[in-house]
Nanobody
Framework: QVQLVESGGGLVQPGGSLRLACAVS????????MGWYRQVPGKMREWVATISPSRSTTYATSVKGRFTISRENAKNTVYLQLNSLKPGDTAVYYCSLEQSLSRVWGQGTQVTVSS
């Protein structure tokens, strides 16, 4: 069973930056679509960004131009660079891996944007 482990979350001031990482236990993950989602208490999980095996990327309107998703297949790792952070970006961020019949989730990493 493939496992995803996120890291890099923390507390940052508005306007600051963070880089999240998602380590994938499976060496064939380069063939999978990977993504990032986020969730705040009491709300549904929200899609943030997706990267394809060919490194094509798509972003939610709310983060486009501020966040960048990338992947380093040699390290089985997907990244999410978060710039120009706003208090509204505060959430638990989850990494995802698309399989043919299911989506695998990591445990999440907390990002808090506050002064």
């Amino acid at each position: 069973q493939v496992q995803l482990v996120e890291s890099g979350g923390g507390l940052v001031q508005p306007g600051g930056s963070l880089r999240l990482a998602c380590a994938v236990s499976e060496t064939n993950a380069s063939f999978n679509i990977m993504g990032w989602y986020r969730q705040v208490p009491g709300k549904m999980r929200e899609w943030v960004a997706t990267i394809s095996p060919s490194r094509s990327t798509t972003y939610a309107t709310s983060v486009k131009g501020r966040f960048t998703i990338s992947r380093e297949n040699a390290k089985n790792t997907v990244y999410l660079q978060l710039n120009s952070l706003k208090p509204g970006d505060t959430a638990v961020y989850y990494c995802s891996l698309e399989q043919s019949l299911s989506r695998v989730w990591g445990q999440g990493t907390q990002v808090t944007v506050s002064s």
